[in-house]
C-alpha cells in the first residue's frame, strides 16, 4: 500500500480516537480520577508500552544537539498540552474541547510565520482573524456553567493554550521525524513527560480507589491509555513522516464532527446555536488561512 495514504489512514485514525477520547475521558472526571492524576495514568502507561515495543526494533543513537529539542518536544507535546486539556475538560464539555482544538491549524500557520519567518498574506491573515474570534465567541459568551461543567470560560481558555502548545509541539517534532524512527523518539518523549508530570499529578492518582473501579470504568481508563496517548501519537509520528505538519493540522477538522456525534449519542452533551457559529468561524478562518493562493494563468 502507498505510504502517503497509509498516512493519510494514520492521521484520520487519529482524530477519530480523539474525537471519542473527549466523551471518555470527561465521563471519568472528575469522580474517577482528577485531570492530573489521569496525566500520571495516561503519559506512564504509554511510556511502559512504548518502551516495551522498542525491545523488538534496533536501537539508535540520540545526538546529542538533539536533546534539547526532544526536551522542549516532552515538554510542549506530552505535559502542557496534555495538562491543559485534561484540566479544561474537567471544567468545561466534550463538544467544546473538540471545536476548540480545530484552531490548531490557524496556530501552526501563525507559529510557523512567526518562528520560520514565513510571509502571511492578507488572505491568509482574514483566516487567522476569524479562526481566533471563534475561539473567542467559545470563552466568552458561552454559558458559565452546566451539569458536570463548573467553569466552561476558563475550561475553553485552556483548551486553546492546549492547542498553542500541541501547535509548538508539531513544529519542534518535525525535524526529529524526519531523523529517527517514531518508537526511538516516542519511548524518550513520554519517559521524559512522565517525569515531569509525576510530581504534579501524583497526589491526584493516589487519590483514586483502584480497587473500587468497575470493569466498564477500567477499560475506559485503559482506552485512554493505549488508544489516545500509545496509538495516536505513534500514528501521528508516521503521519508526519510522509505529510507536512499543516497538512496533518488539517485533519483535526474530523474531532468536532466525531466527538459531536459520539457525545450527542451518549447523551453526554448537546449542541446550540453559539457553539455552531463558533465553530463555523473557525471553519471558515482554517479555510482561507490554509487556502493555496491559484496560480497565474500563462499564455504562451
Not at 464539555?93 to 512567526?114: D, F, K
Request: glycine share 6%; proline share 4%; net charge positive.
Amino acid at each position: 500500500m502507498d505510504k502517503r495514504l497509509i498516512a493519510i489512514l494514520a492521521a484520520t485514525g487519529t482524530e477519530v480516537i480523539y474525537g471519542i477520547n473527549h466523551t471518555i475521558a470527561k465521563g471519568l472526571m472528575p469522580h474517577v480520577i482528577q485531570p492530573f492524576g489521569f496525566i500520571v495514568l495516561r503519559v506512564g502507561g504509554a511510556a511502559i508500552l512504548f518502551w516495551i515495543l522498542s525491545l523488538f526494533y534496533k536501537s539508535e543513537k540520540i545526538d546529542r544537539k538533539d536533546w534539547l529539542r526532544i526536551v522542549a518536544c516532552a515538554i510542549f507535546g506530552m505535559v502542557l498540552n496534555m495538562l491543559m486539556f485534561f484540566k479544561g475538560l474537567s471544567l468545561s464539555t466534550p463538544i467544546n474541547s473538540s471545536v476548540s482544538m480545530t484552531i490548531t491549524p490557524v496556530l501552526l500557520l501563525l507559529l510557523t510565520a512567526l518562528i520560520l519567518r514565513e510571509h502571511i498574506t492578507w488572505l491568509k491573515t482574514t483566516g487567522i482573524v476569524l479562526g481566533l474570534s471563534g475561539a473567542l465567541i467559545l470563552i466568552l459568551f458561552q454559558e458559565k456553567t452546566q451539569t458536570n461543567a463548573p467553569n466552561i470560560p476558563l475550561g475553553n481558555s485552556l483548551f486553546i493554550l492546549n492547542a498553542i502548545s500541541y501547535s509548538f509541539y508539531i513544529i519542534l517534532v518535525k525535524p526529529l521525524v524526519a531523523k529517527y524512527k517514531a518508537i526511538t523518539l516516542l519511548k524518550f518523549l513520554f519517559l521524559i513527560a512522565f517525569f515531569i508530570n509525576l510530581p504534579i499529578g501524583i497526589s491526584e492518582f493516589y487519590q483514586v480507589a483502584w480497587i473500587e473501579l468497575t470493569a466498564s470504568q477500567i477499560g475506559q481508563l485503559a482506552f485512554v491509555v493505549v488508544a489516545t496517548s500509545f496509538l495516536t501519537y505513534l500514528f501521528n509520528i508516521f503521519a508526519l513522516k510522509q505529510l507536512s505538519p499543516s497538512t496533518v493540522g488539517v485533519f483535526i477538522y474530523l474531532q468536532p464532527v466525531i466527538a459531536t456525534i459520539f457525545a450527542v449519542m451518549v447523551g453526554a452533551d448537546t449542541i446550540n446555536a453559539l457553539r455552531i457559529g463558533a465553530a463555523a468561524l473557525i471553519f471558515l478562518g482554517v479555510y482561507l488561512s490554509t487556502r493555496k493562493p491559484k496560480k497565474p494563468l500563462v499564455i504562451s
